[in-house]
């Protein structure tokens, strides 16, 4: 803000000030003149008034100068340390401070939102560019299962698709009553073959078969799969292996637990599984990690309000425990 726009924001804010003081000299005047017959002696009083108030627009002046001069530069420096005595201008410079903290948050979140979208789509390409590898391997030998092939792009797909869309979460949200067992069943039903390809059954310990829980079915069941393809991925094997799924009730909530007898996860990775694209130990055993999977349902479960926690062990197996809030039947 150049000197000549300074001067003219400053004599608009003071406009109606120096209006009612003139008004008010104006009254005086006119009252003693009205009062007394004889002419008064006001233009000493007068000349007193004006001066002081010239003192007062002098300061005011001061004063604007220096909130305009914190002004530019808060604008230069946001960390600009503020030096006034003013407090409704040190209120308006600490509200400005804090919008363009609030601002750089943002970005920063977004930035780092674009970046992990920019890693998991260069990641998917990877992923996709292996499966079209194997499945042109397939069509050379056909004796090889290229349905299985064909499903992992799916999911591949499933995926990315997921990852764009927890942006608008809330446009694509229903919450509603759900029964647990049944969604469970649903989705182990579409994952049949993939259980029997690699070795792999399912094993139900349900509290009770009528178990309802408050949550989304489309996110849900998506969460469900998420964990049930990474049970059957580690717990692939020429031996027959099983995996557990345990339900139980406390205190209004419903734990699902889905135990597997897998690889097992490092006691060193446990705390960074959830993280966006990590896929530590066994990601090196296992060329189709992404990292992606338990990062979804970590958030996933947070907008839905759920909890999820892992535990495991090397060699024994892996625990993924979601804890839902219980619905009373109709």
Same mark, same amino acid.
């Given at each position: 803000?150049?000197?000549?726009?300074?001067?003219?924001?400053?004599?608009k804010?003071?406009?109606?000030?120096?209006?009612?003081?003139?008004l008010?000299?104006?009254?005086?005047?006119?009252?003693?003149?009205?009062?007394?017959?004889?002419?008064?002696?006001?233009?000493?009083?007068?000349?007193?008034?004006?001066?002081?108030?010239?003192?007062?627009?002098?300061?005011?002046?001061?004063?604007?100068?220096?909130?305009?001069?914190?002004?530019?530069?808060? /604008? *230069?420096?946001?960390?600009?340390? =503020? @030096?006034?005595? $003013?407090?409704?201008? !040190?209120?308006? +410079?600490?509200? &400005?401070?804090?919008?363009?903290?609030?601002?750089?948050?943002?970005?920063?979140?977004?930035?780092?939102? /674009? *970046?992990?979208?920019?890693?998991? =789509? @260069?990641?998917? $390409?990877?992923?996709? !560019?292996?499966? +079209?590898?194997? &499945?042109?391997?397939?069509?050379?030998?056909?004796?090889?299962?290229?349905?299985?092939?064909?499903?992992? /792009?799916?999911?591949?797909?499933?995926? =990315?698709?997921?990852?764009?869309?927890?942006?608008?979460?809330?446009?694509d949200? &229903?919450?509603?009553?759900l029964?647990?067992?049944?969604?469970?069943?649903?989705?182990?039903?579409?994952?049949?073959?993939?259980?029997?390809?690699?070795?792999?059954y399912?094993?139900?310990?349900?509290?009770?078969?009528?178990?309802? &829980?408050?949550?989304?079915?489309?996110?849900?069941?998506?969460?469900?799969?998420?964990?049930?393809?990474?049970?059957?991925?580690y717990?692939?094997?020429q031996?027959?292996?099983?995996?557990?799924?345990i339900?139980?009730?406390?205190?209004?909530?419903?734990?699902?637990?889905?135990?597997?007898?897998?690889?097992?996860?490092?006691?060193?990775?446990?705390?960074?599984?959830?993280?966006?694209?990590?896929?530590?130990?066994?990601?090196?055993?296992?060329?189709?990690?992404?990292?992606?999977?338990?990062?979804?349902?970590?958030?996933?479960?947070?907008?839905?309000?759920?909890?999820?926690?892992?535990?495991?062990?090397?060699?024994?197996?892996?625990?993924?425990?979601?804890?839902?809030?219980?619905?009373?039947?109709?």
């Open positions: 803000m150049n000197k000549n726009s300074q001067i003219s924001c400053f004599v804010d003071k406009l109606s000030l120096t209006t009612f003081f003139f008010n000299s104006f009254f005086i005047i006119l009252f003693f003149n009205l009062l007394n017959k004889e002419k008064p002696e006001i233009l000493y009083p007068l000349s007193i008034s004006i001066f002081l108030y010239l003192i007062f627009i002098l300061i005011e002046w001061l004063k604007y100068k220096g909130f305009i001069t914190n002004l530019n530069a808060i /604008i *230069k420096n946001p960390y600009y340390n =503020i @030096s006034t005595s $003013i407090q409704k201008q !040190k209120l308006t +410079l600490y509200a &400005i401070k804090g919008l363009h903290e609030n601002y750089i948050r943002e970005l920063k979140i977004t930035r780092s939102d /674009i *970046k992990k979208e920019r890693e998991f =789509i @260069s990641q998917w $390409i990877h992923n996709i !560019k292996g499966n +079209l590898n194997v &499945i042109d391997l397939i069509a050379e030998k056909s004796t090889l299962p290229i349905k299985s092939q064909t499903k992992k /792009i799916y999911s591949s797909l499933d995926n =990315i698709l997921t990852m764009f869309r927890l942006n608008q979460f809330s446009k949200y &229903i919450p509603q009553r029964n647990l067992t049944q969604s469970l069943k649903k989705v182990i039903s579409e994952k049949s073959d993939e259980f029997i390809y690699n070795n792999v399912p094993k139900f310990q349900f509290h009770s078969e009528d178990i309802w &829980i408050l949550s989304d079915e489309k996110w849900n069941e998506f969460l469900i799969s998420q964990i049930i393809s990474n049970a059957i991925k717990s692939k094997s031996k027959t292996k099983y995996i557990y799924f339900t139980k009730e406390i205190k209004n909530k419903i734990y699902l637990t889905i135990k597997d007898e897998g690889i097992g996860i490092p006691a060193w990775d446990l705390n960074r599984v959830f993280d966006a694209f990590f896929t530590g130990e066994n990601g090196r055993k296992c060329k189709n990690s992404t990292g992606i999977g338990l990062y979804l349902c970590h958030t996933i479960c947070e907008n839905l309000g759920h909890t999820i926690s892992i535990t495991s062990e090397v060699s024994k197996g892996t625990e993924v425990t979601i804890c839902y809030l219980a619905k009373m039947k109709d």
